[in-house]
């Protein structure tokens, strides 16, 4: 199995795609600076850290505009393996810090990534505080860059760390849904389409991934 690092690079490499994609983003949310857009699915493993890498990549290459990356997928999180960071910070010096204090350089121009805590999995996590600190990190990086890319967990099932993507979605001003094309329920998308709206979060369309693993249908 390749690598989230070398899917990045491929993913790159067919940068037609990724591109549109951000048009069609860029276009339903105005063109809004700064714009703040969650990348969810409604399950595990469906190209969410994949899409979010390379949108902010593909942002920031324009060159036109200040990018960041965020992990809020502690549950599971990958972010830093598309760029080769290392999990440098505590989750208290996350949810402590100043944004700036706690951003990694992508290595690429225009971009900086917050990778996920290094005890994200430590069951003595302050998990009561994720969410204020959370908030107010979205609101620092909506601050200090152009666009903010979060990479979220899946909405089902439902996850253990306070990240709720439903809860993100409401923080963001858009949110892309990530779908394994014939692979994820249609069910399981709708449901995941209702919670988003449900939480106000507002729905700018749905990327469907079409991979290795994929079933065709015809
Ligand atoms: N379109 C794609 N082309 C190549 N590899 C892909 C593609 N979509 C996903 N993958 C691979 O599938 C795995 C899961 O993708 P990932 O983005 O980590 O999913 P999620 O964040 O939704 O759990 C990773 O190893 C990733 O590199
Ligand atoms: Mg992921």
């Not at 899409?51 to 060159?63: D, P, R």
């Not at 760390?161 to 094309?181: E, F, K, T, W």
């Amino acid at each position: 199995m390749i690598d989230l690092n070398q899917s990045l690079r491929l993913v790159l490499e067919q940068i037609a795609e990724v591109k549109r994609i951000l048009i069609a983003t860029e276009h339903a949310l105005n063109h809004k600076r700064p714009a703040t857009i969650l990348v969810t699915s409604a399950a595990q493993g469906e190209g969410k850290t994949l899409l979010a890498s390379a949108l902010a990549s593909t942002a920031a290459k324009s060159g036109d505009r200040r990018v960041v990356a965020l992990d809020f997928n502690w549950f599971m999180p990958a972010l830093h393996r598309g760029f080769a960071l290392d999990l440098d910070h505590s989750i208290e010096e996350i949810l402590g810090a100043q944004l700036g204090e706690v951003v990694s350089p992508s290595g690429q121009d225009g971009l900086d990534v917050l990778v996920a805590p290094r005890d994200h999995d430590h069951p003595q996590a302050p998990s009561r505080q994720i969410p204020r600190g959370v908030s107010r990190l979205v609101d620092s990086a909506r601050h200090d860059y152009d666009l903010v890319v979060i990479d979220s967990a899946s909405i089902f099932p439902t996850n253990r760390m306070m990240m709720d993507p439903v809860m993100l979605a409401d923080v963001a001003d858009g949110v892309i849904l990530v779908v394994q094309a014939s692979v994820t329920p249609r069910q399981q998308v709708r449901s995941a389409q209702k919670l988003i709206e449900t939480a106000g979060g507002k729905l700018l369309g749905v990327v469907s991934n079409r991979w290795q693993g994929a079933v065709q249908s015809r």
